[in-house]
């Protein structure tokens, strides 16, 4: 049983540009969560996603971020228009309901 | 005040000793419990998940959730050098927005040979 997989694990995008981080989660998992991880900083909670739906997204900053978890494919995470200061790692974790949850490795994005 | 609180360290100890981490919550609504290794540049790594109060064991791992005075432990004996890493304590509750998973900040930890 593969591990949550997110690709690609390195994304480098110029200011303005748009970054599409995507995540496939663990077989028989139907919940997905995206944490960003500043360098130096802890992890910090992104959202929280269903199958079609979006559970929480409180973490989520009100512009340029979104999300999505399908009901066929992987999650993505999208950021449109980045800054200097979205450069981070973001990683996704998922579960089954009501268990522990998995991380993948991340995707360390770094605009320039 | 952080629903979570871990002291961040840095922690440093000579091979053999046990370590002892710790962290403290605020929402007693929180259920689950759980203990993540996070070495450099890498994800974080599931050590151990608990429900509710009492102790766990898993291998040189030992867990100790204490919910009347909101305090988790995670016990490491015996420590070895490939122990150094970030580990960090996670929380949640059992539905809806209740589910997301509430970090502490990680404590590093240094195992010396």
């Known amino acids: 049983n593969a591990g949550v997989m997110q690709n690609p694990r390195h994304l480098v995008r110029r200011r303005g540009q748009e970054a599409r981080l995507r995540c496939s989660p663990m077989k028989g998992h139907s919940h997905v969560y995206w944490y960003r991880q500043l360098p130096e900083e802890g992890l910090k909670f992104m959202v929280y996603?269903?199958?079609?739906?979006?559970?929480?997204e409180s973490g989520m900053p009100k512009e340029r971020f979104s999300a999505e978890f399908p009901k066929e494919g992987p999650s993505i995470l999208r950021i449109q228009q980045v800054v200097r200061g979205d450069s981070a790692a973001y990683f996704c974790?998922?579960?089954?309901?009501?268990?522990?949850?998995?991380f993948g490795q991340g995707t360390r994005l770094t605009v320039v | 005040q952080k629903e979570v609180e871990q002291d961040p360290g840095p922690l440093s100890v000579p091979e053999g000793a046990i370590v002892s981490l710790n962290c403290t919550y605020s929402?007693?609504?929180?259920?689950?419990f759980m203990w993540y290794r996070q070495y450099s540049r890498k994800g974080p790594e599931l050590l151990m998940y608990t429900y509710s109060s009492g102790n766990k064991e898993d291998g040189r791992f030992t867990t100790q959730v204490d919910k009347s005075s909101k305090y988790i432990s995670l016990f490491i004996r015996d420590s070895q050098p490939s122990d150094s890493a970030t580990y960090l304590c996670a929380t949640h509750g059992n539905a809806g927005n209740n589910r997301k998973l509430i970090w502490g900040l990680g404590t590093s930890l240094a195992v010396n040979p």
């Open positions: 929402n007693s609504a929180f259920q689950y």
């Open positions: 974790a998922s579960s089954r309901k009501g268990a522990e949850a998995f």
């Open positions: 996603l269903q199958k079609e739906n979006i559970i929480d």
